[in-house]
């Protein structure tokens, strides 16, 4: 359709110059050929007026107007002219080709041009269509004053017929020559055009599917061709688009991949506020799903803070950092960033673990303060005290000195504990060299150390271990939890009472339990009792020598382990006690 168009302008448009071209030098040349013609006719019927004039003033006086009409009859049967003699009045009085009884029914031929003409000039000439004789005429007229003849107008009229025949052969000729011109340049176009239009459909066809992404497409043209070089330069435009589509697209994918790899959420905002693009990150922070893409953030959100961080950033500001909390508790630092061409950045970085490591840390000081305080006040109270000789002297001197002690060993265990914690962690952030080991040997060797303080309470064990138990362990952290746990157990528990250690063993893992009949731990303690420096009741567990640490450092030894422990208070079975289990891997060797 729109090859055809453009083949029909070309056409059209060569039309418009060629019919102008050859119709405009034609038409001029048939005027001045007409005029020529017309002249030259004219010229001939004056020198033919002055020829019958001539032989009109050679001859004798005519007797009357019959005889007069008579020769003029003759002399235009012989020259075939029409001759005409027309009185002062316009009355014809003799006409070669109208018998003299008919010639008073001939009108008056004082209104024709050329009488009117000869009277005022002397002589004048017409062409005009002639009813009388059914022909175009050239007509000349001539004033006459002759003594052979009544005085008026001598008029010859001569057939234009031969100048008409002239005229019509150049007029068909030329039409002709224009048909055939017409034709010639019609065919002569149809095939310029279709050359010339060629080459311009394979552009169009090219950049179309250049337009549509096909950027391997290429143009071949001739080297001479008139598009040579506008080919040349689509070519390199496609080429540079190519290259740069390819450029944009691997930075497209490598930016999404970052955005995608990336834990903090990302998303960008267009000029209006609302969400443009996000990462998979933001929209799982978000919980929009399948997107967030055209919502404002108080919508995704449902909080207000963020939403007004970004519209102060989008009403001009630079950048924007607020720490927030989420609804599921979980805190992000967000920076709101401007962009230049409008709109804004905003990026969710959660720093939850830091914001935990922080309260744990001042927790962890606080409570080391706290834990360390009251036996240094202890210890300065009583040092002050034995300051003043007469205390020193005195029987509760020694009393003074042990409370001293005891509270130096109280601050001496601390130390110690928090020491043994930190190697612990420190080894779990390693990774432990865990080799196989006996449990049942690592529980005899920490009953041994505690046996002092279990015979001093009356206490007594029933260890149901077997003989060995293979396990995976680090044989100093296991006889540690043995020992912390059997502590527990013996500080808790009244006199005379019975601690049992047991073992269930299965394909994978040994499960042991140390259970007592001591006060037990209240349901709601139960999670926490693992933390560090937690007690159930604070003062008491001072009392019996305890640091809030020992089940804190039986945990991280057991995870370093790779096991678990957890606690049952009551025991299945009992009204009152608790039973300790953790469980760990069998050593590989001893699997049976
Ligand atoms: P502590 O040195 O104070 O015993 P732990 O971390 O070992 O610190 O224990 C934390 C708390 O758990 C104790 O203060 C105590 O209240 C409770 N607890 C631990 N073991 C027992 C047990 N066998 N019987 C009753 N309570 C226990």
Redesign the pocket.
């Known amino acids: 359709m729109k090859s055809i168009r453009f083949r029909t302008r070309l056409l059209l448009s060569f039309w418009l110059i060629l019919i102008p071209a050859l119709c405009l030098p034609a038409y001029y040349i048939y005027r001045t050929l007409e005029n020529d013609i017309y002249k030259e006719a004219t010229a001939n019927a004056f020198t033919q007026l002055e020829f019958i004039h001539w032989l009109l003033n050679e001859r004798p006086a005519f007797d009357n107007e019959q005889a007069l009409d008579k020769w003029c009859e003759d002399l235009g049967a012989q020259l075939h002219y029409r001759i005409t003699i027309i009185a002062a009045g316009g009355r014809v009085i003799a006409d070669s080709d109208v018998n003299y009884p008919n010639i008073n029914l001939l009108d008056n031929h004082s209104d024709r041009e050329e009488i009117i003409g000869a009277r005022k000039f002397g002589q004048a000439s017409s062409i005009r269509y002639s009813f009388t004789i059914g022909r175009n005429l050239i007509y000349a007229a001539k004033n006459i004053n002759t003594p052979n003849a009544p005085s008026g107008v001598l008029r010859v009229a001569i057939p234009l017929s031969s100048v008409e025949t002239r005229l019509a052969y150049f007029g068909h000729r030329f039409w002709l020559i224009l048909f055939i011109m017409f034709i010639l340049t019609t065919l002569l176009g149809f095939f310029l055009t279709r050359k010339l239009e060629a080459p311009i459909l394979e552009i169009i066809q090219t950049a179309t599917a250049i337009g549509e992404g096909k950027y391997e497409k290429r143009l071949d043209m001739d080297a001479g061709s008139e598009f040579a070089r506008l080919s040349e330069c689509i070519n390199a435009m496609t080429r540079k688009i190519q290259q740069d589509i390819r450029m944009i697209t691997e930075q497209k994918q490598e930016l999404e991949a970052v955005f995608g790899g990336m834990q903090e959420g990302v998303m960008l905002l267009d000029q209006e506020g609302k969400i443009k693009a996000t990462n998979d990150a933001l929209t799982w922070i978000a919980k929009c799903m399948p997107s967030c893409v055209g919502h404002r953030p108080m919508e995704v959100f449902l909080n207000p803070e963020i939403q007004e961080a970004c519209n102060q950033v989008l009403m001009g500001k630079d950048m924007i950092k607020r720490k927030i909390a989420l609804n599921n508790e979980i805190v992000y630092e967000v920076n709101v960033v401007k962009i230049p061409d409008g709109g804004a950045v905003v990026v969710f970085h959660d720093i939850s673990e830091l914001v935990r490591l922080e309260k744990v840390r001042q927790d962890f000081v606080a409570n080391v303060s706290h834990e360390l305080r009251t036996p240094l006040t202890s210890i300065k109270g009583y040092a002050e005290t034995l300051l003043n000789e007469k205390f020193r002297t005195s029987d509760q001197a020694d009393s003074f000195v042990t409370t001293i002690i005891k509270n130096a060993d109280q601050m001496s265990n601390i130390v110690n504990d928090l020491l043994e914690l930190t190697k612990l962690q420190q080894q779990q952030r390693k990774a432990v060299r865990l080799s196989t080991v006996n449990a049942a040997l690592c529980f005899s060797s920490a009953w041994e150390t505690v046996m002092p303080m279990s015979n001093e309470k009356g206490i007594s064990l029933d260890n149901r271990l077997p003989d060995s138990v293979w396990v995976t362990a680090d044989e100093h952290s296991l006889i540690q939890v043995f020992r912390?746990l059997l502590d527990?157990?013996i500080?808790?528990?009244p006199t005379d009472t019975k601690i049992t250690v047991f073992a269930e063993i299965t394909q994978a893992a040994a499960t042991f339990g140390v259970q007592?009949e001591?006060?037990?731990?209240p349901l709601q303690?139960q999670k926490r009792?693992f933390e560090r420096f937690?007690?159930?009741?604070n003062e008491r567990?001072r009392a019996s020598g305890?640091?809030?640490?020992?089940?804190?450092i039986c945990r991280n030894a057991i995870f370093g382990m790779g096991g678990k422990i957890w606690v049952k208070?009551p025991p299945d079975d009992q009204l009152k006690g608790?039973v300790?289990y953790f469980s760990l891997n069998r050593a590989v060797d001893f699997l049976t």
Request: without cysteine; aromatic residues 8%; proline residues 0%.
């Open positions: 912390n527990n157990a500080r808790h528990s007592d001591g006060t037990g731990i303690h009792i937690y007690r159930v009741d567990s305890g640091t809030g640490l020992g089940l804190s208070s608790s300790f």
